[in-house]
C-alpha cells in the first residue's frame, strides 16, 4: 500500500537492529518526542530484541499506542547485523519494506544510513514509501581542509562513496539525508543533483545535569583528570593511548590521574592488561583506573564532571563522536585527532586541543602539555555553551520527524 498522498507523516517507522554506540539513546529520545500529548506522531520502532525490552520497561504512562515496540525476529536481526557490510545492507532494505507493510507506517527512518546507500544507490524502492537516515561518516569533503595526505586506501572509499552519494540522492524513495557532519550539506548541495536532499543533524549526545560525586581522580589537587569512556576499539585509540602514557616524562606522570571506562572490544582484552602492567611498572606514580564495563548515562555524566580533560583519541575516525558533546557540555577541553570531522569541530569552536593521534610520541607531548600548561587553557567555555546550545535531544528528533514531513514533489522531482 503506497504512503498517502498528505503532506503530513504522522506514523513513521524507525528501524535499528544494533545495540552498542548511538541507538539506545536515540531511541529513547524519539520516545520523548513523540510521548508529548500535542504531537500527533506514531512510532513503529523496529529494534533487536533486547533493545525491545529496554525501551518497553522505560516507556513513559499515558502513550495511548503513539509508541509501539516491535522486536527484529532472530534470522532477521542475524542478517541485519553481519560484518558483511554488503549482506546487512540489503537485510536492512529488505526488513524496512516488510515492517513497513506489516505496520501500515507512511514512512521509514534508518538511524544507521551509510551502508544503506548500496541498495538505495541501485535504485531499489520502499513500495512507494518515502524514507530518510542518518549519515554518520561523510568523508569525501575532508580533502578540503584536512591538513596531510590521504592514503591510497581513504582515496578509494572516498572515490566509492562519491558514486554512492550521486545515486542514492537520484533514488525517488530517498526524502531525506541527514548528515552528522554540519560541513557535508554544502558540499553537497554544490556537486550532486538533488545535493538539497542532503540536511544536517545536531548529534544529541546531551547529558544531564548529575549532582552524584565523582569518582574519578580529580579530587585529588596534585593530578590532572584524564578520562577516556565508550565502546573502546582498537580504532577509538585505546592501544596508541595507553602506549603513549609510557611515553610521557616520570615527572609529569606523576600529576596525571587517568580513567579508562567502558566496554573493551574482547579482542584488545590481552593487550591492554599487558600494556596497563606496563604503564604500572614504568610509570608508578601515575594513577590509572581500569573499568571494563557499559556505564549508564548518570555514571558518565558524574565521571566527566570529576575530569579536567576528555580524550578521544580516535585513529583517523570518520564522522562525529557524542564524546565531543559530552566534554564540551562540562566545559572541558577534548585531546584529539587532527584528522577529519572531529579535529575541524574542535578547532573551529576553540574546544579542544588536536594532535596526530595515530603517533604515540605525538599523544604523549600534547598529554604532558595540557598537564604543565593546565587543561583550562585548550577551552573556551563562552564557545563550548554556544555550542551544544541547539544540540539537545529534542533538536534531534525534531530533525528526524521534519526528515519525512515534506511534500510528495521532493520525491517525485528524482524520478
Given at each position: 500500500m503506497p504512503a498517502p498522498s498528505d503532506k503530513t507523516i504522522h506514523h513513521i517507522l524507525v528501524l535499528e537492529p544494533d545495540t552498542e554506540g548511538h541507538p539506545r539513546e536515540?531511541?529513547?529520545?524519539?520516545?520523548?518526542?513523540?510521548?508529548?500529548?500535542?504531537?500527533?506522531?506514531?512510532?513503529?520502532?523496529?529494534?533487536?530484541?533486547?533493545?525491545?525490552?529496554?525501551?518497553?520497561?522505560?516507556?513513559?504512562?499515558?502513550?495511548?499506542?503513539?509508541?509501539?515496540?516491535?522486536?527484529?525476529r532472530p534470522y532477521e536481526r542475524w542478517l541485519c547485523t553481519r560484518r558483511f557490510l554488503t549482506l546487512a545492507a540489503f537485510a536492512r532494505w529488505w526488513v524496512m519494506r516488510r515492517y513497513l507493510r506489516r505496520t501500515g507506517a507512511q514512512a521509514g527512518h534508518f538511524l544507521s544510513f551509510d551502508h544503506m546507500c548500496l541498495p538505495l544507490a541501485l535504485g531499489l524502492g520502499m513500495g512507494g514509501r518515502p524514507v530518510s537516515g542518518i549519515l554518520f561518516r561523510p568523508s569525501v569533503h575532508y580533502a578540503d581542509w584536512t591538513v596531510g595526505r590521504?592514503?591510497?586506501?581513504?582515496?578509494?572509499?572516498?572515490?566509492?562513496?562519491?558514486?554512492?552519494?550521486?545515486?542514492t540522492l537520484l533514488n525517488r524513495s530517498v526524502r531525506t539525508v541527514l548528515s552528522l557532519d554540519p560541513y557535508f550539506p554544502d558540499h553537497a548541495r554544490g556537486r550532486y543533483r538533488h545535493g538539497d536532499k542532503v540536511?544536517?543533524?545536531?548529534?544529541?549526545?546531551?547529558?544531564?545535569?548529575?549532582?552524584?560525586?565523582?569518582?574519578?581522580?580529580?579530587?585529588?589537587?596534585?593530578?590532572?583528570?584524564?578520562?577516556?569512556?565508550?565502546?573502546?576499539?582498537?580504532?577509538?585509540?585505546?592501544?596508541?593511548?595507553?602506549?603513549?602514557?609510557?611515553?610521557?616524562?616520570?615527572?609529569?606522570?606523576?600529576?596525571?590521574?587517568?580513567?579508562?571506562?567502558?566496554?573493551?572490544?574482547?579482542?584488545?582484552?590481552?593487550?591492554?592488561?599487558?600494556?596497563?602492567?606496563?604503564?604500572?611498572?614504568?610509570?608508578?606514580?601515575?594513577?590509572?583506573?581500569?573499568?571494563?564495563?557499559?556505564?549508564?548515562?548518570?555514571?558518565?555524566?558524574?565521571?566527566?564532571?570529576?575530569?579536567?580533560?576528555?580524550?578521544?583519541?580516535y585513529q583517523r575516525f570518520v564522522g562525529s563522536s557524542g564524546v565531543l558533546l559530552w566534554a564540551a557540555q562540562a566545559g572541558l577541553p577534548l585531546l584529539t585527532q587532527d584528522y577529519g570531522l572531529l579535529g575541524r569541530l574542535v578547532?573551529?569552536?576553540k574546544?579542544?586541543?588536536?594532535?596526530?593521534?595515530?603517533?604515540?610520541?605525538?599523544?604523549?607531548?600534547?598529554i604532558?602539555?595540557?598537564?604543565?600548561?593546565?587543561?583550562?587553557?585548550?577551552?573556551?567555555?563562552?564557545?563550548?555553551?554556544?555550542?551544544?546550545?541547539?544540540?539537545?535531544?529534542?533538536?534531534?528528533?525534531?530533525?528526524?520527524?521534519?526528515?519525512?514531513?515534506?511534500?510528495?514533489?521532493?520525491?517525485?522531482?528524482?524520478l
Open positions: 536515540w531511541l529513547e529520545h524519539l520516545v520523548a518526542f513523540a510521548a508529548v500529548p500535542q504531537r500527533r506522531l506514531t512510532l513503529s520502532l523496529v529494534v533487536a530484541p533486547e533493545m525491545g525490552d529496554h525501551l518497553t520497561a522505560s516507556l513513559p504512562s499515558g502513550l495511548d499506542g503513539k509508541v509501539r515496540i516491535v522486536a527484529l590521504a592514503s591510497r586506501g581513504e582515496k578509494l572509499r572516498d572515490l566509492r562513496k562519491v558514486l554512492l552519494y550521486r545515486l540536511q544536517a543533524i545536531p548529534d544529541p549526545a546531551y547529558p544531564q545535569a548529575n549532582e552524584s560525586p565523582s569518582t574519578t581522580a580529580r579530587s585529588s589537587a596534585n593530578h590532572v583528570g584524564f578520562v577516556l569512556f565508550g565502546y573502546l576499539t582498537e580504532r577509538k585509540g585505546l592501544l596508541v593511548l595507553l602506549d603513549a602514557l609510557s611515553l610521557v616524562d616520570p615527572v609529569v606522570a606523576s600529576r596525571i590521574a587517568i580513567t579508562i571506562a567502558g566496554r573493551i572490544e574482547p579482542a584488545l582484552h590481552d593487550r591492554v592488561q599487558e600494556r596497563v602492567q606496563r604503564i604500572r611498572a614504568q610509570r608508578p606514580d601515575l594513577v590509572l583506573r581500569l573499568d571494563d564495563r557499559w556505564l549508564p548515562a548518570d555514571e558518565l555524566d558524574a565521571l566527566v564532571a570529576g575530569s579536567q580533560v576528555v580524550l578521544a583519541p578547532r573551529d569552536h574546544l579542544g586541543l588536536t594532535t596526530d593521534t595515530m603517533d604515540p610520541a605525538s599523544l604523549a607531548a600534547s604532558e602539555r595540557m598537564v604543565t600548561t593546565g587543561p583550562h587553557t585548550f577551552v573556551d567555555p563562552v564557545a563550548a555553551r554556544s555550542f551544544v546550545r541547539s544540540r539537545t535531544p529534542d533538536a534531534f528528533a525534531s530533525a528526524v520527524v521534519r526528515s519525512l514531513q515534506c511534500g510528495e514533489h521532493a520525491a517525485e522531482s528524482a
